[in-house]
């Protein structure tokens, strides 16, 4: 009678898994800001940036790209940001808020399920609205087939690993819902400059791009642009996102709050 | 109003009984157990067992410790010192076998606003290995039509009544229902109060978190008074009540005048006092069944019978210096 026999038997478990994640899925549905803000935003600000005719047209200083070639990752980013800063903490902190989790570990599954499950939906909703991103810009406006689909897969997981630990630490540092979406606004707006929403980084003064290449969207972005246009990333963008990830991973271990 | 009073005396000795044959192996057995936040000591040197098939019950006031002893037990907290024994396991190192056979309802709130009682339940009964009937255990808690509303949806009553469904989806052996009654209307109390005594029925072990005084007489076979930590008395709620007062008062109008020597004469009783048409009789024992029955043989009817059930409150009183209605004031 350890405490590791476990007396459901494992595909049970996994049903059980599946039951949590079910439930979450509905959750996100019935309270869609995470399918607004991962889906529905980015592909908006797409047809919004398509309606622009200069878009269409290649820049000499954007390397021979034309603007919507350069925000697609952007975009790709905006909807990872907005899925793991405000997707992510705000029903986590509800949920600690309400004592759902600490309800959680009064049953014999653990409660960090929630935090995988939610884990699991967030990133459904994150494939789905990259997926749904890419085809649009590529059937809709004409936007190139990315030439390294695995570089830019890896690209896309590695910033995911590097943003979800720091969701799950802005849900450990804020003590409520409204708490978590302040601090997620403040952190996220920031690191979205420095991706080249409002400024492609390929415009920003040498200063300015210095230091996004340190921030994670801005290395995230980079990554992406070097694997949309064939080639696999250099290691300095790549090693950024794997140390946000491995630092805050830490942090979140450390901090993370169930009551 | 006579027949209450024989309602609970035999409410009592059907609670004796059941305890004499339970009375064979500790479902929770807790020694010695304290537990500080810091400078605060919240449970200091508890100690008490709770016989398979009892009901339990813990009473205090706000801040007394109870919650923090109940979550020791149950191993939502790791205690500082003391042993703590769930149907012979331990909860910190069995934390899984526990959690199975031990069903917790905790107080309201708890679940996300915009699922529905079915998908609640049914996620539930998803981790347990050999749960209940969704609509079995729904129907019996006067569910079984909310299935598909969602936990916002749901009155007070009703949330509480999910609650308790999910204390029980799991067939547990011992259920820990904390506070279960407050916030609610006195009728759904009452509605609470059957289903309690319903669960019972069923063979589980009942620990009952409260700190109303009536609760605790109405339901539990013995009762622990926590306060500031420690417990301060442990007995059923009748003995409680008897050593904090020394007796039951008996207030009624009789039919037709009658001499008081027909019931200073009676053992039970201690006093008889008039106050215009009705009589208090103060004593100990079985005294309303004795002051009915000797009035019946003279031919007198007790109208209007009123029992004083504050009882326990004046053994809280007594006991712990406290007013139970000013947790706030208390501490």
Redesign the interface.
Known sequence: MSSLSLSLPRPARRAAFGQVVLNEARLTRRQPASLIGGIVFPVVLLVIFSAIPAFHLPAADLGGLTPLEVYVPILIVLSLGLLTLFGLPMPLTTYRELGVLRRLSATPVPPWWLLAAQGVVQLCVAVAGIVLLLVTSITVYGVPVPKNPGALTFSIALTAAALFPMGLLIASVARTATGASVIGRLVLFPMIFFAGMWWPRELMPGVLQGISDFTPLGAAVDAMQDSVQGQFPPAAPLLVLVAYALVFGFLAKRFFRWE | MGIPQSTVDRGFDVRADRLQRAATRPALEIEHLRKTYGELVAVDDVSFSVTEGEIFGILGPNGAGKTTAVECA?G?RSPDSGTVRLMG?DPQ?????V??I?G?Q??A????A??RVG??L???R????DPADVGELTEALGLAGKLKDSYKSLSGGQRQRLSVA?ALI?RPKIAVLDEMTTGLDPQARRDAWALIAGIRERGVTIVLVTHFMEEAERLCDRVALIDGGRIVALDTPASLAARARGGTTVRFEPSAPFDDRLLTGLPEVRRVEHEGQHVTVTGTGELVNAVILALHTAGVTAHDVRLDSSNLEDAFVKLTGNHPDQEGAAR
């Open positions: 149950i939502l396991l190192a069995d934390r899984d076998r959690h199975e031990v917790v905790l107080q709130g708890a679940l996300p915009k699922l998908e609640i049914h996620m539930y998803s981790f347990y290995p999910l799991g």
